[in-house]
């Protein structure tokens, strides 16, 4: 087949199989984003496809479509768990913040935290690393990585009686 991604987008079946699977992710990730994650995979399937493997080209492109929503949908919800919004809420919500000062920031909630946990801290929100960054930098796995901020934003939020 030729690699010409405007030939594959005039195949009916392409498109509708393209807009069946990213049909029901709307309500989860915005137009844009799905227009983008549609393009990709169909780029990504047309250099991939091998027809020697038995299957039917709209078949692999259903699989690899299906897989790319659901990890961005995966992705987002991670994000979610632990995202710079959530920490500014931290910082400037915390009942300590509204009872003296109400320009505290988020270095103030870190005062007098340990070196490692407030550094992690710092690593995810202010510096905006990932897992996988932190983890290297620090000489451990991502998933040591995760665990150690998920016990630091406890101590800190336990520390200056935050509730997020």
Known sequence: MDKNIENYLKNMDIVRIMNKVSSSYVKNIDHDEIESIKMDTL?????????????????????????A???????????????????????????????????????????????????IIKQRFINNMT?????????????????KLIKAVKICKEKNQIEI
């Open 43 to 67: 780029w990504y399937c047309i250099n991939k496809y091998d027809p020697e493997k038995g299957t039917k080209f709209t078949t692999y492109l259903y699989q690899q479509l299906s897989f």
């Open 69 to 119: 929503f659901r990890s961005k949908v995966k992705k987002k919800k991670t994000n979610k768990e632990f995202s710079s919004s959530k920490f500014l809420h931290l910082c400037l919500e915390t009942s300590a913040c509204e009872k003296t000062q109400s320009d505290m920031n988020c270095y103030d909630i870190l005062e007098g935290l340990p070196a490692d946990i407030s550094g």
């Open 131 to 147: 897992m996988n960054e932190i983890g290297t930098e620090n000489g451990y796995s991502r998933e040591t990585a995760r665990r």
